[in-house]
T-cell receptor, first 115, second 112 residues
Framework: GENVEQHPSTLSVQEGDSAVIKCTYS??????FPWYKQELGKRPQLIID?????GEKKDQRIAVTLNKTAKHFSLHITETQPEDSAVYFC??????????????FGSGTRLLVRP | KAGVTQTPRYLIKTRGQQVTLSCSPI?????VSWYQQTPGQGLQFLFE???????NKGNFPGRFSGRQFSNSRSEMNVSTLELGDSALYLC???????????FGPGTRLLVL
């Protein structure tokens, strides 16, 4: 069935270093890939998303890359700050105009940025 | 614009009872999806509503149901509650199907 695998489950980095979180999806029909950040006790918040017609997207310190052939996509955070500490979820979806539209989430990565 | 709102925020029920949770989407958003979040299973899709119709359903028993009203507000219902239904229930709205989803704060349900 549809599945999204996310690695690593925990990631600890020094402030200022980069962090990379990787996801693999199983449904080749997936064409929309959002990333959400969830702080403790808060709602998931979208931080960046990418559609399958784009290979890379950047927004300041955050970038996402997509390899459709390998069914991989990754989140890159540069110059990490303590406020980046949170749980990050990747997700995959068939996208628009599909009768089975839904988000399939990875299991989450707990990122800790050490000051 | 106001964000997605959910009521109630916290709920304690006992096994066998039923519960109704409410979600008000962002103004103008027509699609509402529901997710269950637990430490063990993570974020799992429950169902999606668009134009008052359930368009998609996740792998949950029939005790989980929902509906959407003409103003796009949505409710979900869980009947005959079980201990394993304890979770954070999140709804998310989007302008249209397949568009970016914005989450509400969730309703934390505890079943005793």
């Amino acid at each position: 069935g549809e599945n999204v695998e996310q690695h690593p489950s925990t990631l600890s980095v020094q402030e200022g270093d980069s962090a990379v979180i990787k996801c693999t999806y199983s449904d080749s029909a997936s064409n929309y890939f959002p990333w959400y950040k969830q702080e403790l006790g808060k709602r998931p918040q979208l931080i960046i998303d990418i559609r399958s017609n784009v290979g890379e997207k950047k927004d300041q310190r955050i970038a996402v890359t997509l390899n459709k052939t390998a069914k991989h996509f990754s989140l890159h955070i540069t110059e990490t700050q303590p406020e980046d500490s949170a749980v990050y979820f990747c997700a995959a979806s068939p996208g628009q105009m599909d009768s089975s539209y839904k988000l399939i989430f990875g299991s989450g990565t707990r990122l800790l940025v050490r000051p | 614009k106001a964000g997605v709102t959910q009521t109630p925020r916290y709920l304690i029920k006992t096994r066998g009872q039923q519960v109704t949770l409410s979600c008000s989407p962002i103004s103008g958003h027509r699609s509402v999806s529901w997710y269950q979040q637990t430490p063990g299973q993570g974020l799992q899709f429950l169902f999606e509503y668009f134009s008052e119709t359930q368009r998609n359903k996740g792998n949950f028993p029939g005790r989980f149901s929902g509906r959407q009203f003409s103003n796009s507000r949505s409710e979900m219902n869980v009947s005959t509650l079980e201990l394993g239904d304890s979770a954070l229930y999140l709804c998310a709205s989007s302008f249209y199907r397949g568009e970016t989803q914005y989450f509400g704060p969730g309703t934390r349900l505890l079943v005793l």
